[in-house]
């Protein structure tokens, strides 16, 4: 009994972590193709479903599909502004066939794709992680200041609960030990709610307004309606979202001390496909891989498949009970982003740590480049993303996403100086 509840327990800590990044995709997207209220209640309601049925697949391994690394999914924000966009030009119908289309060509290119992991050796995927985790920080400390473009952004009361929670997390990692330090995010979050109960500042009214119980409806927008455009966009989107996977499922395999083979990866692949489809069939979105739950491992220290288990089955339990599922969205932003500090912080560490033996070997300055240039990159473009503003809406999909431009760049320049024969000749 003891033991189902810590891993229940820890498994909770997992969905508050990733809860507030999964629910923000269907309420930009629902509100800017003007959705009623109970239809965004229920695409908030199917997208948390949807995103423990897609943890699931992931998490579990057999022969076809399935990394089975503790791996937690949820609804990719690159695709927010494409969806948006075929939304206002082909309708919503046009959205949900292209993400079913762009599902089965993930699945059709797994194989394909897999075989791309020697492009990734420890200086490429260290670099990644790493710029994972520094492209994060802005949208904690956007979340600090109580989210970007809120009234109130900066305001005291939101950076005294962010830095309250921040502190309050620090020192129950340092002084806390076993289960408690385990689940110090939680706690962490936990008490900087009830600060702001006391505060005054917690809304209710999303748990007045919802549903106790609903039942999930496939095809709940109407028929699926196919474009070339949107069809050719969502692809991209998920080819972006494969890189991003990429490297979470690196950062998880070096914590876990697994080598991460083709196979693994094609099978990652597989399921992340998988997901997107049933995505698009149940009126959901395209899903990837969150970087914020690797970093909660590593404050955690639990790494294993069978948290992320209860977590998903939680996601799909919440996916039916709106009522419940609502009271996590009460969860102030700055309590959010003074744990998103630390847990994106974290995955930092975990980069860093992956380039550190990289950095000590014989061909150092030519990783050093590397490094420099991938991260520059990486971190320039989320800092500044209209960069590349007067470039086609189809390219910028690409240029405009840190993580993506940053692991591009790392993966050319590796080419460059490790994978050129006429560069192993000069050597």
Same mark, same amino acid.
């Given at each position: 009994? &003891?033991?189902?509840?810590?891993?229940?327990?820890l498994g909770l800590q997992h969905v508050l972590a990733m809860y507030a990044g999964a629910v923000i995709v269907p309420l930009i997207v629902g509100g800017a193709l003007g959705l009623s209220s109970e239809?965004?209640?229920?695409?908030?309601?199917?997208?948390?479903?949807? #995103?423990?049925?897609?943890?699931?697949?992931?998490?579990? *391994?057999?022969?076809?599909?399935?990394?089975?690394?503790?791996?937690?999914? =949820?609804?990719?924000?690159?695709?927010?502004?494409?969806?948006?966009?075929? %939304? =206002?030009?082909?309708?919503? #119908?046009?959205?949900?066939?292209?993400?079913?289309?762009?599902?089965?060509?993930?699945?059709?290119?797994?194989?394909?794709? %897999?075989?791309?992991?020697?492009?990734f050796p420890p200086v490429v995927t260290g670099s990644v992680v790493t710029i994972i985790g520094i492209t994060l920080i802005p949208v904690a400390i956007n979340n600090m200041g109580g989210g970007q473009?809120?009234?109130?952004?900066? #305001?005291?009361?939101?950076?005294?609960?962010?830095?309250?929670?921040?502190?309050?997390?620090?020192?129950?990692?340092?002084?806390?030990? %076993?289960?408690? $330090?385990? /689940?110090? /995010?939680?706690?962490?979050?936990?008490?900087?709610?009830?600060?702001?109960?006391?505060?005054?500042?917690?809304?209710? !009214?999303?748990?007045?307004?919802?549903?106790?119980?609903?039942?999930?409806?496939?095809?709940?927008?109407?028929?699926? !309606?196919?474009?070339? #455009?949107?069809?050719?966009?969502?692809?991209?989107?998920?080819?972006?979202?494969?890189?991003?996977?990429?490297?979470?499922?690196?950062?998880? %395999?070096?914590?876990?001390?697994?080598?991460?083979?083709? $196979?693994?990866?094609?099978?990652?692949?597989?399921?992340?496909?998988?997901?997107?489809?049933?995505?698009?069939?149940?009126?959901?979105?395209?899903?990837?891989?969150? *970087?914020? &739950?690797?970093?909660?491992?590593?404050?955690?220290?639990?790494?294993?498949? $069978?948290?992320?288990? @209860?977590?998903?089955?939680?996601?799909?339990?919440?996916?039916?009970?709106? $009522?419940?599922?609502?009271?996590?969205? @009460?969860?102030?932003?700055?309590?959010?982003?003074?744990a998103m500090i630390a847990m994106f912080g974290m995955i930092i560490s975990q980069g860093i740590k992956m380039l550190s033996t990289i950095i000590s070997d014989s061909n150092s300055p030519d990783n050093?480049?590397? +490094?420099?240039?991938? @991260?520059?990159?990486?971190?320039?473009?989320?800092?500044?993303?209209?960069?590349?503003?007067?470039?086609?809406?189809?390219?910028? +999909?690409?240029?405009? &996403? =840190?993580?993506?431009? =940053?692991?591009?760049?790392?993966?050319?320049?590796?080419?460059?100086?490790?994978?050129?024969?006429?560069?192993?000749?000069?050597?």
């Amino acid at each position: 009994m &003891n033991n189902i509840f810590k891993n229940t327990t820890l498994g909770l800590q997992h969905v508050l972590a990733m809860y507030a990044g999964a629910v923000i995709v269907p309420l930009i997207v629902g509100g800017a193709l003007g959705l009623s209220s109970e239809e965004l209640t229920y695409l908030v309601a199917i997208d948390i479903l949807m #995103s423990g049925v897609a943890t699931i697949l992931q998490v579990m *391994s057999n022969r076809f599909f399935g990394i089975g690394l503790p791996v937690v999914l =949820g609804c990719t924000f690159t695709a927010v502004g494409p969806m948006i966009a075929i %939304g =206002g030009d082909y309708g919503i #119908s046009a959205i949900y066939g292209a993400i079913i289309v762009s599902g089965i060509i993930v699945i059709l290119i797994s194989g394909f794709f %897999g075989k791309l992991v020697r492009f990734f050796p420890p200086v490429v995927t260290g670099s990644v992680v790493t710029i994972i985790g520094i492209t994060l920080i802005p949208v904690a400390i956007n979340n600090m200041g109580g989210g970007q473009g809120a009234e109130d952004f900066g #305001s005291i009361q939101n950076v005294l609960l962010s830095f309250g929670t921040l502190i309050f997390i620090v020192l129950l990692y340092r002084f806390s030990t %076993g289960f408690v $330090k385990a /689940i110090s /995010i939680l706690i962490g979050i936990i008490g900087g709610t009830v600060a702001a109960y006391f505060m005054g500042i917690l809304d209710f !009214t999303a748990v007045k307004e919802a549903d106790v119980f609903h039942m999930i409806q496939p095809l709940y927008f109407g028929m699926p !309606t196919f474009e070339w #455009s949107p069809i050719l966009t969502m692809t991209l989107v998920a080819i972006v979202s494969l890189v991003e996977s990429t490297g979470v499922y690196f950062a998880l %395999g070096d914590m876990l001390g697994k080598k991460i083979e083709k $196979k693994d990866l094609t099978k990652g692949y597989r399921a992340e496909g998988i997901a997107v489809v049933l995505g698009g069939f149940f009126n959901s979105f395209p899903y990837t891989t969150f *970087s914020q &739950n690797v970093g909660l491992m590593q404050i955690s220290g639990v790494k294993t498949r $069978k948290v992320i288990y @209860i977590a998903g089955g939680m996601l799909i339990f919440l996916g039916f009970i709106p $009522k419940i599922s609502s009271l996590t969205t @009460i969860i102030p932003e700055a309590v959010l982003g003074g744990a998103m500090i630390a847990m994106f912080g974290m995955i930092i560490s975990q980069g860093i740590k992956m380039l550190s033996t990289i950095i000590s070997d014989s061909n150092s300055p030519d990783n050093a480049m590397i +490094i420099a240039c991938s @991260i520059g990159i990486g971190l320039g473009v989320t800092v500044v993303p209209d960069l590349f503003i007067s470039l086609p809406e189809s390219v910028r +999909i690409l240029t405009s &996403n =840190g993580i993506v431009a =940053g692991s591009f760049t790392a993966i050319v320049l590796n080419i460059l100086f490790n994978m050129l024969p006429t560069r192993k000749k000069k050597q």
